[in-house]
């Protein structure tokens, strides 16, 4: 399994969806940042899909932290994650960022209208 | 963070002896090489039979250890890390020089909170004991146990 780093924007009618794949650590979390800083700030939504990421750390998780700052630091679901895997899930639940983040459990919920 | 006594640490001469139920690995502190670290840890932890969810917290909090011993590397960092495994107990432990004295700290996060402390909440949550400090002003060392 290559374990490497991809993201891939698409632009949609609702904005703006990253497809994550791999493993987001200190090594790889500059992708991420770089992808989610080139959004346009006017961008309607932010849907980071983290479905196909096998690895989440701290790091990763501060550069989500600082798009959800940039995004308004609101609940709405403007910035929001699409997570199906139960170890990202944890992560995201022993930071407490649960409640911090609009987290979806499938893209399909996550860009409905 | 625990009150519980430092395990054997990296460097001592029992360490050195390497026993049978220990993997020893050297590597540059550098976060190409985090990758291989999580590798090694997920491998000793499917030798004490650790269920999924356990060998997944062993991975990501091995992971943050070496992060966090790391953090401010110097030109030339070494990062030395020893797992220990018997009877459905882990012990790592890790150790990284030179680091630079504050930390090398990126500042604090938008929710209040500096990379450090975010690297400590999530080990703190998935292993039973852990402590990281410094031993002198360019060493760092950390340790952290998983039992079954």
């Known amino acids: 399994m290559d374990d490497a780093l991809q993201v891939q924007v698409e632009e949609t009618d609702i904005g703006s969806v990253l497809h994550v794949a791999g493993e987001v650590d200190v090594a790889s979390a500059a992708i991420l940042r770089d992808a989610l800083e080139g959004i346009p700030a006017d961008s309607r939504r932010v849907v980071v899909d983290l479905s196909e990421v096998s690895f989440l750390d701290s790091t990763g998780l501060g550069v989500l932290v600082g798009e959800w700052k940039r995004s308004g630091e609101d609940t709405s679901p403007r910035f929001c994650l699409v997570v199906t895997r139960p170890e990202i899930r944890r992560v995201l639940e022993v930071t407490g960022l649960t409640s911090v983040f609009s987290i979806f459990d499938s893209l399909q919920e996550a860009i409905e209208p | ?25 050297r590597a540059p502190a550098r976060p190409e090489m985090w990758s291989l670290v999580r590798m090694v840890a997920s491998h000793a932890a499917s030798l004490v039979n650790l269920d999924f969810e356990q060998l997944s917290d062993v991975r990501l909090a091995v992971d943050e250890l070496a992060t966090a011993c790391s953090r401010g590397a110097l030109p030339g960092c070494e990062l030395q890390l020893v797992i220990r495994w018997e009877e459905g107990t882990l012990t790592v432990t890790c150790l990284a020089s030179p680091v630079g004295a504050d930390g090398g700290h990126d500042g604090e996060l938008p929710l209040g909170f500096g990379p450090d402390e975010l690297s400590e909440r999530i080990i703190e949550a998935l292993v039973d004991d852990y402590e990281i400090s410094s031993l002198d002003g360019s060493t760092r060392r950390g340790w952290l146990r998983k039992s079954r």
């Open chain 2, 1 to 25: 963070m625990s009150s519980r006594p430092l395990p054997d640490a990296v460097g001592d001469e029992e360490a050195a002896s390497a026993p049978d139920d220990c993997i020893e690995l």
